[in-house]
Nanobody
Framework: QVQLVESGGGLVQPGGSLRLSCAAS????????MRWYRQAPGKERELVAL????????DYADSVKGRFTISRDNAKNTVYLQMNSLKPEDTAVYYC????????WGQGTQVTVSS
């Protein structure tokens, strides 16, 4: 069955960096569009970044452009989200999502940006 396991979240000071990882299994990873979403308390879940399956093209929410980078390693079945220059408003639970003959979600990892 499809499994997505996020890791790498934690507490970081404003201006700091974190790298999230999402290990995937149960499907042909290289064929999936992979996305990172986040959900802050009291807010709707929002798309942060996506990376296409074959072309590797990426797209980002305006709020993270220039600070976040999504990448994938098809040999390791893993997608990453490098987050730099973090701000308190980036605080949220971050979810990995796979779009391939269905929509699949990980359990989420908490990112807290605070001094």
């Amino acid at each position: 069955q499809v499994q997505l396991v996020e890791s790498g979240g934690g507490l970081v000071q404003p201006g700091g960096s974190l790298r999230l990882s999402c290990a995937a299994s149960g499907f042909t990873f290289s064929r999936a569009v992979m996305r990172w979403y986040r959900q802050a308390p009291g807010k709707e879940r929002e798309l942060v970044a996506l990376i296409a399956s074959t072309t590797g093209l990426t797209d980002y929410a305006d709020s993270v452009k220039g600070r976040f980078t999504i990448s994938r390693d098809n040999a390791k079945n893993t997608v990453y989200l490098q987050m730099n220059s973090l701000k308190p408003e980036d605080t949220a639970v971050y979810y990995c999502n796979a779009l391939i003959s269905g929509n699949y979600w990980g359990q989420g990892t908490q990112v807290t940006v605070s001094s």
